[in-house]
């Protein structure tokens, strides 16, 4: 027996306290988490299938409360992709694309998806060398080869703006046989750019735009915020529903439109590495996000946009921190610059976790917070209060901002991600793996921009780029050894 239709009475109860602003009016899946796990706190489910712990919280205990599966749980086995459909449906209508999907995979899932949905093996792609971890796994995946687009750095903060159109016009018309253009916009630190025109260049040159948005989900919902991707002609796009609308961690949008990609070969390329039991839960989240957005969107745009603007007014009073600022920078993004008052970000970013106060990121000159729809502006106030006393704390000699070796890179490739990936690789020490070509992926984190890739060789330059990162107290993900004393590199 499985849960009963997603518009029951008890989902749609006015007044439910687990729905306080009764958003399952317009969201099936959310209606029909409620349904179920109401009927599982009531005792009236023996579930016979997954998952194992059969709604019990005297096992494992409450870390399994409010799970529910999608398939034998948010309905029927036979029928959950039904509704499913329906909610994905209200999503591409509301974003105004043909074709949606709710992953519980995060933007890397929907990244690695569209990589694989929109090339053949072998073929090459333009995209940007400032990408996500998640999309240069998804060139492995697919096959992909990168002609490698750079973003303009910003002379005064050492951070990445946008990439130009014109660089992308220049990279197509010289890889006519490019299957498309994937760009990660906004950038990690809210630059953003002229989506239109990378449309139009790529629309010329008869291949889809790709847009990596995981940090923007709320772009759109105001007049004072950028378009979002699809809006501005891009043919897909893929946000995180976790990071900046409030979803369960995982929860992610993927959108497009279909003039340029197909939609057997989409889904396809979804399924390939979705998992087959997704939590009804995380799918139910984004669906309740989306009718947030679709209700309240443009209201809580505009508390978040003033209370942000309030942080940045405050921020700037404070003497040498700066804010990153101005056309292109996405208005809703707080990127606190803070080389002019010598604090060193690590250090200020540990006053933030020990203050209950975490943030995105902590470099040595960047602290990076997210706010999001969720925050009010006493939320932001008070934090912005806590990171100014934490400033004044570390101040130290002013200095000027290194550009992050993540931003910066220009690496040589030698053979593609995906040769370099199931190449045979040998471990040397860092001394000689100067000018061998790597086999794996390293990058600080956050934000995750490898600065060695697979298949690039293996420059002085960014060794040390890399030590100095640990020096400052960043962290190395990825790397097999992350002391940077060995290298894995691809066999002689
Ligand atoms: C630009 C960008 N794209 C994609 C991702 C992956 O998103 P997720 O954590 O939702 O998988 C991230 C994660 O930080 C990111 O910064």
Known sequence: MTASAPDSQASRAAGDPRDPLGLAADAPLLAAWLNWTEQARAGRLTPMGTPGHKQRQDLTGAVVAGDAPLYGGLD????????RAEAEARAAALWGAGWCRFSVAGSTHG????????????QEVIITRTLH????????LAGLRPVWVRPEIDPRSGLPAAVAVQTVRDALAAHPGACGVILGDPSYVGTTGDLAGHARAAHEAGVPLVVDAAWAGYLGFHP?????AIAAGADAMVTSAHKTLPAYTQGALLLARTERLDV?????????????????????????????????GPRLCARLLA???GARRRLREVPGVDVLDGPGVDPAKLVVLLAGTGANGNLVEADLIAAGMPVEMGDRDTV???????????????????????????????????????????PQTVLSPREAFFARNETVTAGAAIGRVSAELIAPYPPGVPVLAPGELIAADAVAALREVTADGGRIAYAADPTLATFQVVAA
Not at 133 to 140: A, D, F, H, K, N
Not at 224 to 228: E, K, Y
Not at 272 to 288: E, K
């Open 224 to 228: 004072d915020l950028p378009r979002h």
């Open 307 to 309: 209370a942000v603007a």
């Open 76 to 83: 029927s086995i036979k029928h959950a992709d039904h509704l």
């Open 111 to 122: 990244n690695q998806a569209f990589c694989l949905a929109i090339g053949q093996p072998g």
């Open 368 to 410: 990076i917070p997210i706010p999001a729809i969720a925050d009010d502006e006493q939320r932001i106030a008070a934090f912005t209060e806590v990171l100014v006393a934490s400033i004044e704390r570390r101040r130290g000699v002013p200095r000027r901002p290194a550009a992050a070796a993540a931003w910066t890179v220009r």
């Open 264 to 296: 057997a070969r989409l889904d396809r390329a979804f399924e390939a590495t979705h998992t087959t039991s997704p939590a009804g839960s995380i799918l139910a989240s984004v669906d309740a996000a989306r009718a947030l957005l679709a209700r309240d």
């Open 133 to 140: 971890r998640s999309l240069l796994l998804g060139l492995v």
